[in-house]
């Protein structure tokens, strides 16, 4: 008994360690750059197996440094409700597994929020441990930084070509400037590689690739434009109120956002859906 006692103690004291631990990272990573992720560390590792040079190109910017259309274009590309959602899609989510039901093959339906969460604290993968932590270190960002914040670190962190991670580090190495001052047709050409970045070259774009732009571009002026990155805060002559109603009208399609208390709600829902999609072969994390 004496044994089990202390095996359970020790187990309560990890995990209040793990929560404690978790809640100082996120607190943290509001005000500090995130310089390394464990994607980062895991691609370096596959590097040194495989015997190939080890690349690592990563450089912290703050937002106001990062082009506003490449705001718009990951928007447009990964998740259209980001302004509006508390960090989980539900629609999407069930759409996604309706599709992966009838054996159809759907993109991931997981948020900038939830990809940033992945990127910044876990590992790559399928399983019902880490689509939990995901959902968990997801409400945390969600709560603690804010969408500024959790946009900025996005496109600190994320991956964007074979041992590139960011926008300052891609707008560097394929187009040859700082990323404030990427066009659009650069910013949508980036986004159109986020579903393979390291299969899909922004700087030698395939026919795919370009056809993959073109809709990101088209969507892009559709939506109100979102008022973060270099530039953001000049008037936009097209963000009238037709583009107002434009975006209403994809908001009504997508269907509406949930609130913070619908969140706390259906946050059982949020985790089995995430669980289920996890395990389908159709399903991209």
Same mark, same amino acid.
């Given at each position: 008994?004496r #044994?089990?006692?202390? #095996?359970? #103690? =020790?187990?309560?004291?990890?995990?209040?360690?793990?929560?404690?631990?978790?809640?100082?990272? /996120?607190?943290?990573?509001?005000f500090?750059?995130?310089?390394?992720?464990?994607?980062?560390?895991?691609?370096?590792?596959?590097?040194?197996?495989?015997?190939? +040079?080890?690349k690592?190109?990563?450089?912290?910017? +703050?937002?106001?440094?990062?082009?506003?259309?490449? /705001?718009?274009?990951?928007?447009?590309?990964?998740d259209?409700?980001?302004?509006?959602?508390?960090?989980?899609?539900?629609?999407?989510i069930?759409?996604?597994?309706?599709?992966?039901?009838?054996?159809?093959?759907?993109?991931?339906?997981? %948020?900038?929020?939830?990809?940033?969460?992945?990127?910044?604290?876990?590992?790559?993968g399928?399983?019902?441990?880490?689509? =939990?932590?995901?959902?968990?270190?997801?409400?945390? #960002?969600?709560?603690?930084?804010?969408?500024?914040r959790?946009?900025?670190v996005?496109?600190?962190?994320?991956?964007?070509?074979?041992?590139?991670?960011g926008?300052?580090a891609?707008?560097?190495?394929?187009?040859?400037?700082?990323?404030?001052?990427?066009?659009?047709?650069?910013?949508?050409?980036?986004?159109?590689?986020?579903?393979?970045?390291? %299969?899909?070259?922004?700087?030698?774009?395939?026919?795919?690739?370009?056809?993959?732009?073109?809709?990101i571009?088209?969507?892009? =002026?559709?939506?109100?434009?979102?008022?973060?990155?270099?530039?953001? =805060?000049?008037?936009?002559?097209?963000?009238?109120?037709?583009?107002?109603?434009?975006?209403?009208?994809?908001?009504?399609?997508?269907?509406?956002?949930?609130r913070?208390?619908?969140?706390?709600?259906? %946050?059982?829902t949020?985790?089995?859906?995430?669980?289920?999609?996890?395990?389908?072969?159709?399903?991209?994390?």
């Open positions: 008994m #044994i089990l006692k202390r #095996i359970l #103690i =020790g187990i309560r004291n990890l995990l209040l360690f793990l929560f404690v631990s978790s809640l100082l990272a /996120v607190v943290a990573y509001r500090i750059p995130v310089r390394y992720t464990p994607l980062m560390c895991i691609r370096m590792y596959e590097q040194f197996r495989d015997g190939k +040079p080890l690592l190109e990563h450089k912290w910017v +703050p937002i106001q440094k990062i082009a506003q259309p490449l /705001v718009q274009a990951v928007v447009a590309s990964e259209n409700l980001f302004l509006d959602h508390c960090g989980f899609d539900i629609t999407q069930q759409k996604a597994r309706a599709d992966a039901e009838k054996g159809k093959r759907v993109r991931g339906a997981s %948020t900038i929020s939830q990809q940033t969460a992945k990127n910044v604290f876990l590992w790559p399928r399983s019902y441990l880490r689509k =939990g932590i995901e959902a968990y270190f997801t409400v945390l #960002i969600e709560w603690v930084w804010g969408k500024e959790i946009m900025e996005y496109l600190n962190s994320i991956e964007m070509g074979d041992g590139i991670y926008a300052e891609v707008a560097q190495a394929h187009f040859r400037k700082p990323a404030y001052k990427l066009t659009k047709a650069e910013a949508a050409l980036i986004a159109a590689t986020l579903p393979n970045p390291r %299969t899909f070259n922004s700087a030698k774009p395939s026919s795919y690739m370009l056809k993959r732009q073109a809709k571009l088209s969507l892009m =002026g559709k939506l109100l434009k979102i008022n973060m990155g270099y530039d953001s =805060g000049d008037p936009d002559s097209e963000s009238g109120s037709r583009k107002v109603r434009k975006r209403k009208k994809l908001q009504a399609e997508s269907g509406t956002a949930f913070l208390s619908e969140q706390i709600i259906h %946050t059982r949020i985790i089995y859906e995430s669980f289920y999609l996890s395990r389908s072969r159709n399903y991209r994390i």
